[in-house]
C-alpha cells in the first residue's frame, strides 16, 4: 500500500498521544500545532524512539511497526532532521556526509554529488561544523540525513533555532527538496508561513489528537473545523504569473476560477506562486461594488456558513470557479444582506500574500 499509514498511542502519565493519519508517499507533509501538542512525540514514535508507543506504522508498503513488531530505528530506512544539525566536529563537511552515507540499509546508494548540488554546499566541504553559519550547519544536516538515501525524510522544526535571515536562507532548498526528490516529508512545525510555503498536505495536532488531515487547500478552507495558522483563519490557492503591467506596478495571478492583482514585486510571467487569502481581508457583498479601491472583485457562490466560537462571528465559505476561499464576517452582516447557502454573491479581496 502506497502512502504513510500511522497510527499510534502513548500513555505517560501527565499525556497521551492517540494519533492516527494518513499522508500521501512523497512531498512535505506538515505536523502542524502548537507548543506541547504533541508533535514531537508522534515524530520520534514514528522514528521508533519512543519504546512505550504501540500501535502501526508503514511507510509506502514497508511495516516498521504493527500489533506483532517493531524494527528497530537503525533498521528503519529514515533520515531525521533535528532543530540543531547534530554534526560531528571532528570531521569535515565531505567527512560527515560521507558517515551519512555509511549508515545507508539501501541497495542504492545515493549520488552525493547530486546532494551536494541540490543543498549548495559545495563551497563548504572542507570546512568543519564550527565554522559554518547556522543555516548552512542545517543544509548540511538535512544532506547527512539524506545521505543514507532514506524512505522517509523526518524533520523536526528545522528553522526554528534560525533567526530570519537564516530562515530566509534555507527556505528555497527546503522548497527544492519536493520539487527534486521523490520520498515523503515529515516536517513538524509550528510557524504558519513555513506550512503555507512548503506543505502540500498537513496533519493539525492538538493536545495529543490528530484534529484535521489533508491536503493543505482543502484542508485550510473547511468551515467546520477552522484551522488557524497563526493569528486568523485563510485559504491557500496554486496560482500562475500570467501578466506584468509595468506602468502600476502590478502582477496578474491567474488560478482556476479567477484572477488576482498583487504587487509585482520581483515576479516573472509564467511562474507558479502559492497565494494565502486571509478571511479577515475578504469582505462579501450581495451586488457588484463599483468605484472602489479594492481591485480584486470577483463573483462567487456561498457553499458553507458556520458559527465561529471564537467571538460571534460567522465564518463563510465561497466557491470563486473551482477554488475555495473564506470570510469572516460578523453576524449583523449575515442578517442585514440576508445571505444563505447556495446564494450568488460578490467578494473583494483586500490583499492576497505571495509565499
Known sequence: MSGIQVKLQINWPNFSLDAAFEAPGQGITALFGSSGCGKTSLLRSIAGLEPSARGHVSINGEVWQDDQHSIPTHQRELGYVFQEASLFPHLSVLGNLQFGRKRSHAKAQ???????????????LQRKPESLSGGERQRVGIARALAVNPHLLLMDEPLAALDLARKQEILPYLERLHRELKLPVLYVTHSPDEVVRLAHHIVVVDAGRVVASGSLVDTLSRVDLPIRLGDDLGAVLQAKVADIDSQWKLARLDFTGGI???????????????????????????????????????????????????????????????????ARVTQRSVAELKLELDQSVWIQVKSVALT
Open 110 to 124: 545515493i549520488d552525493l554529488d547530486a546532494l551536494i548540488d541540490l543543498l549548495g554546499i559545495a563551497p563548504l
Open 260 to 326: 488576482f492583482w498583487t504587487r509585482a514585486q520581483q515576479l516573472v510571467v509564467g511562474d507558479a506562486v502559492r497565494v494565502r487569502v486571509l478571511a479577515r481581508d475578504v469582505s462579501i457583498a450581495r451586488e457588484k461594488p463599483t468605484a472602489s479601491t479594492i481591485q480584486n472583485v470577483l463573483s462567487a457562490r456561498i457553499t458553507d456558513m458556520v458559527n465561529d466560537e471564537q467571538d460571534g462571528f460567522i465564518v463563510v465559505r465561497v466557491i470563486v470557479g473551482e477554488s475555495a476561499l473564506i
